[in-house]
């Protein structure tokens, strides 16, 4: 059975205090890895896709990278509004739905 | 903004009743997904619509249903509801990439309460 688990569940940081997110998968057959954040009650908001291992992707603070068997999402030096759910999912190359993990919900204080 | 819309925001209902909830996708994009998110269970896929017709189905109860139009919007109807059903209620909508690629972006939501 696929699985997305991430960790840590929920991050307390300092403002300007950097640290990573991890992804951990199994599922056969992979076609993409995405990563979404998520504010309280509001929709996942897209962040970034990955699709073979090695690949890296930036966006503003965050960098997103993947291995065969796992996901980093990069904070670097985060501010009080990158405080929310981080959210990682599956893409099969079978289907088009995406599996996804419970998410590390991230607060950073000022 | 996702370009993704969903009415209503938010919607309160007692057991046994029936809703629907309504989806347009962002222009151009012919799947739709429908996803449940619960505090216990997470974002949690339901069922596909491409160009009208259903193309996977997830962990959908049968009291759930669901259609896509000739326009591409798209309805979620809930049935028979029981407490257990209230949680937040996502559209997705997605354009294939060559490749095989695709990204999905979500709607607001709907946030659904069964007392």
């Known amino acids: 059975e696929d699985q997305v688990t991430q960790s840590p569940e929920a991050l307390r940081l300092q403002e300007g205090e950097s640290s990573s997110l991890n992804c951990s998968y199994t599922?056969?057959?992979?076609?993409?890895l995405f990563w979404y954040r998520q504010d309280p009650g509001k929709g996942p908001e897209f962040l970034f896709t990955?699709?073979?291992a090695g690949e890296e992707k930036e966006k503003e603070r965050l960098k997103a990278t993947l291995t065969k068997k796992e996901s980093f999402l990069h904070i670097t030096a985060p501010k009080p509004e990158d405080s929310a759910t981080y959210l990682c999912?599956?893409?099969?190359?079978?289907?088009?739905?995406?599996?996804f993990g419970t998410g590390t919900r991230l607060a950073v204080r000022p | 903004d996702s370009g993704v819309t969903q009415t209503p925001k938010h919607l309160i209902t007692a057991t046994g009743q029936r809703v629907t909830l309504r989806c347009s996708p962002r222009?151009?994009?012919?799947?739709v997904y429908w996803y449940q998110q619960s505090l216990d269970q997470g974002l949690q896929f339901l069922i596909q619509?491409?160009?009208?017709?259903?193309?996977a189905k997830g962990n959908i109860l049968e009291r759930f249903s669901a259609q896509q139009f000739p326009d591409l919007h798209s309805e979620l109807n809930l049935s028979s509801l029981e407490l257990g059903d209230s949680a937040l209620y996502f559209c997705?909508?997605?354009?294939?990439?060559?490749?095989?690629?695709?990204?999905?972006?979500f709607g607001p939501g709907t946030r659904l309460l069964v007392l």
């Open positions: 222009s151009g994009d012919l799947s």
């Open positions: 997705a909508s997605s354009a294939q990439l060559a490749g095989g690629r695709e990204t999905q972006y």
């Open positions: 619509y491409y160009n009208g017709e259903e193309r």
């Open positions: 599922v056969s057959g992979l076609r993409g």
């Open positions: 999912a599956v893409q099969k190359s079978s289907g088009d739905k995406l599996t």
């Open positions: 990955l699709y073979s």
